[in-house]
């Protein structure tokens, strides 16, 4: 809960490994966590450069993109990210589950950046491929529910938030998007 002082002890391993990649990664998050794009996208590109295929650079360009609000880079990288998971081999950095998860959260994102650009069926298409690998996912409901709710179907996102609620009947947005 001390990003401050977690970035100057971050700073402090970088200036001893500047390629560290874990360093770089976690810096990248923090500096995200705290607002600081540029300084972000700095150890983005860093991390990009020294380790060109760790998968997990291609979720940090998504985030970084999404707290830009740009929904067409968040597009662009989540099918990169997709693209560069789907030809990954198994290896030191990129184990078979991180790279299974990294085309889920890539299908994801893409899915959410398609449903903000009202590419519906796209988005569909996407939302439900990430529902049906995770079935017991209420975030995968939900935005499934989502596109319902752009394509104005009502009836069937009421059901997939009351599918979500039973997965999770703690879930804010499960119990809003029914009350909505």
């Known amino acids: 809960s001390k990003a401050e002082d977690a970035i100057k002890d971050i700073d402090e391993v970088l200036k001893k490994q500047p390629s560290g990649r874990e360093a770089l990664f976690l810096n990248a998050q923090a500096r995200l966590t705290m607002g600081q794009l540029d300084m972000a996208n700095t150890s983005i590109n860093d991390l990009a450069r020294y380790h060109p295929n760790y998968l997990k650079t291609g979720l940090l360009k998504i985030q970084a993109?999404?707290?830009?609000?740009?929904?067409?880079d968040t597009l662009k990288f989540a099918t990169e990210?997709?693209?560069?998971?789907?030809?990954?081999?198994p290896n030191a950095e990129n184990d078979p589950q991180l790279i299974a998860d990294m085309r889920l959260r890539g299908v994801s994102a893409r899915g959410l950046a398609q449903l903000d650009l009202g590419k519906l069926p796209e988005a569909k298409s996407d939302l439900e491929e990430v529902a049906r690998l995770s079935p017991r996912s209420a975030s995968a409901q939900i935005n499934l529910a989502k596109v319902s709710l752009a394509e104005r179907n009502f009836t069937a996102a009421l059901a997939i938030y009351d599918k979500a609620l039973t997965l999770d009947p703690q879930n804010f947005d499960a119990v809003t998007g029914i009350v909505n």
């Open 81 to 89: 990210l997709i693209n560069n998971a789907n030809s990954a081999t």
């Open 65 to 72: 993109a999404v707290t830009a609000g740009s929904t067409e």
